[in-house]
């Protein structure tokens, strides 16, 4: 991410927190992140070197990060955690699962502190803003739509999207075009994560979805596998072809057959959509 990381072995953990914040203030930087390792609020000797930190460095901020799938097992951490440091916030992560989140409920109330971020995936951009009344909804079982909603606006292009309407309007949608789609979609996250957003899906009903992440690696794989004349003209796809292209990808053919089917359905309902008297606006595939 092209920030500097301060580190010296396996000494000792205070010594190492003071000397960054030392380092940072001669270097000019104006924030430091110390990430302490994982420790259980059992661990007597490990929770007290928190605690010698915390009066050697003085940070700003002490955020506890809380596994979300612990359930209520969260609401006695995180108790014990901010009997003896005082924290000033809460991360709640794994909130892509099947939990709703409910614990977060009992660590606010118990300790007092906000929930301040939650983590929706394993990667630096999968860390979001808290809000109080979309945790309400997915708890309630509403969904997260607003979420969803900022997932899409971020992951699609306007100009882009503006040219994909044009290109189904003059009916040049290519299967160039539908790849960009699903790379644009793979963008806002996993398809579990997405579907745990829409209202009346119930986190648990996901585990038994068999839902194929890799489905979209293989749609990629299968298109990129064809050359620029089929992408714009699939017509042409043959048996021999259609061969050539599932084993370049390692697919087979009724999976590239599968592939070629969705995409002249999709161009079939978008012809019908623009068909259809709809007035022009924002323009989303409806995958």
Not at 178 to 185: G, I, P, R, S, V
Not at 242 to 254: L, N, P, Q, Y
């Amino acid at each position: 991410m092209g920030c500097e990381v301060y580190e010296k072995g396996t000494s000792n953990p205070v010594s190492t927190a003071s000397d960054a914040v030392k380092h940072a203030i001669k270097f000019g930087f104006d924030t430091v992140i110390i990430d302490t390792a994982g420790r259980l609020h059992i661990d007597e000797a490990l929770m007290n070197e928190l605690k010698n930190i915390k009066d050697k460095v003085s940070p700003t901020e002490i955020l506890l990060v809380v596994d979300a799938m612990t359930g209520q097992d969260a609401v006695n951490v995180a108790k014990a955690f901010n009997d003896l440091l005082d924290i000033t916030g809460v991360i709640l992560t794994k909130m892509d699962g099947d939990t709703r989140g409910g614990a977060s409920l009992s660590v606010k109330y118990i300790t007092g502190k906000p929930i301040k971020f939650i983590g929706t995936g394993e990667k630096l951009d999968a860390i979001e803003v808290f809000h109080p009344e979309r945790m309400a909804s997915r708890i309630l079982g509403m969904g997260d739509v607003l979420s969803l909603i900022e997932k899409a606006e971020q992951a699609y292009d306007d100009k882009k999207a503006a040219e994909l309407e044009k290109k189904f309007r003059e009916q040049s949608f290519t299967l160039n075009d539908y790849l960009d789609q699903f790379k644009q979609l793979k963008n806002m996250g996993s398809m579990e994560s997405l579907l745990a957003m829409m209202p009346g899906v119930k986190p648990g009903q996901l585990k038994d979805a068999k839902i194929d992440e890799k489905q979209i690696g293989r749609t990629e794989a299968i298109i990129l596998s064809m050359t620029m004349k089929e992408r714009v003209r699939p017509d042409i796809l043959n048996f021999s072809r259609k061969r050539r292209i599932a084993a370049g990808s390692g697919t087979t053919v009724e999976e590239v057959n599968r592939l070629l089917k969705q995409y002249e359905q999709t161009k079939q309902l978008m012809k019908q959509f623009m068909s259809g008297g709809k007035k022009k606006g924002k323009f989303r595939l409806p995958f």
